[in-house]
């Protein structure tokens, strides 16, 4: 089993450094070939997704991401920033089904920002299509705007666009996703005011004929967006387009106290996927030693599940995490009084220490 490692930028090498050591207990033949993404492709190869990274991503069987980004690229041109190499990876890959859990680990109540009735006992999936929509639509640009009140000036503009397939093969993902856990999908859009989104929600219920044993509502993003911090444990699954889960699953996230606990997993039609942590590369703590590395631990754990067929393992690794925090062990992001507070690479040597 070839697994690519890409650790990328800001906290990412610290990060998957606990997350390989946790790899290397297992017990199992795993290849690990590490490469450059991200600032750190550019920096050392001229382009955030050098064409090495994007064949050794290709070759594996699967791909574990750190995070990308750092102030130093701000300046860069849109296509060499480091954004691109996950965008890129997403596209290259065909990735186009995003699995963001956000569950809230009991001893992590208090780390909330809602009230703990609010949120205890929360596990929600959020599924965004990933490789459609506005993030990819062309034509996209700026131009001189070529009608209307604005006629002449200059204008910045994107795409948003849905095929049927694209939307079928993500309903299919979720409801099927749903099958597993409560059986329940909220289908997020914005059909009162897009087209795009009407289509979504047309098709979205077409697929569903094929799923009797699945319940199925409709909600607009907005009211979505309120119910997530209302009501969160009213949802089940929830599927959406690509912009709209990139904003609620930060949201859901946030429910369970720290986006430093969450994983996520992004997959093909094959289930070969690439994983990391739903956090990006917090340039602004890098190198210090005090970022959580268990949503980076816990994607490989998904990893494991989706794309590796070791599902025991998975479950090892987050049995694992789950001990540790009832040690009370915490990174400075979960740090509630009365806990332990440690650095990145204890918490990586608790994890191991517990999978022993
Ligand atoms: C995410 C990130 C990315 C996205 C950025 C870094 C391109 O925010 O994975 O949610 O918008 O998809
Ligand atoms: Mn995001």
Known sequence: MKIAILPGDGIGPEIMKQA?????????????????????????????????????????DAVLFGAVGDYKYDSLERSLRPEQAILGLR?????????????????LAGASTLKPEVVSGLDI???????????????????????GPFKGEREGFDTMRYAESEIRRIAHVAFQAAQKRDRRVTSVDKANVLETFQFWRDIVTDVHKEYPDIELDHMYVDNAAMQLVRAPKKFDVLVTGNMFGDILSDCAAMLTGSIGMLPSASLDANNKGLYEPSHGSAPDIAGKGIANPLATILSAAMMLRFSLGRPEQAERIETAVKAVLAQGLRTADIYEPGTTRVGTDEMGDAVVKALA
């Open 20 to 60: 390989v050591k946790v790899l290397n207990v297992l017990g199992e033949r795993f290849e690990l070939e590490t490469a450059d993404v991200g600032g750190a492709g550019y920096a050392g190869h001229g382009h955030p997704l050098p064409a090495s990274t994007l064949a050794l991503a290709r070759a594996a």
């Open 125 to 147: 999936l959020i599924i965004r299509e990933l490789t459609g929509d506005i993030y990819f639509g062309k034509p996209r640009g700026v131009r001189e705007c070529p009608d």
């Open 91 to 107: 596209k290259e890959l065909a990735l186009f089904a995003n699995l963001r859990p956000a569950i809230l680990y009991p001893e």
